[in-house]
């Protein structure tokens, strides 16, 4: 098993910056990518972003691209996702998750989740 511990949510202003981070233990031997989503209230989690463990290659979403930055630090096991340029609309809970598989681009097939971390923007 690998478990998943998202930080770094909280109340911003539009136009603002947050950066979340999500810390990996367990089996993170068994993972190769890992990456974001979030849910907003009332609708469906949405795939944010993926980043290869290995060699770092990254994936976003038209509706994030340029605004966020995913990374890792091979060291700690620790995924960061950088929000930049804060909407409101970008208000959700956001979900560090982790899979077994190399393949970046898709988004059904991820194994681990982690609990969540509110981000609320203010207008």
């Known amino acids: 098993q690998v478990q998943l511990v998202e930080s770094g949510g909280g109340l911003v202003q539009a136009g603002g910056s947050l950066r979340l981070s999500c810390a990996a233990s367990?089996?993170?031997?068994?993972?190769?990518?890992m990456g974001w989503f979030r849910q907003a209230p009332g609708k469906g989690r949405e795939f944010l972003s993926a980043?290869?463990?290995?060699?770092?290659?990254?994936y976003y979403a038209d509706s994030v691209k340029g605004r966020f930055t995913i990374s890792r630090d091979g060291a700690k096991n620790t995924v960061y996702l950088q929000s930049d340029s804060l909407r409101p609309e970008d208000t959700a809970v956001y979900y560090c998750?982790?899979?077994?598989?190399?393949?970046?681009?898709?988004?059904?097939?991820?194994?681990?989740w982690g609990q969540g971390t509110q981000v609320t923007v203010s207008s």
């Open positions: 998750v982790a899979k077994k598989s190399w393949v970046l681009r898709t988004t059904s097939d991820y194994d681990y």
């Open positions: 367990g089996r993170t031997f068994s993972v190769n990518v």
């Open positions: 980043i290869s463990w290995s060699d770092g290659l990254t």
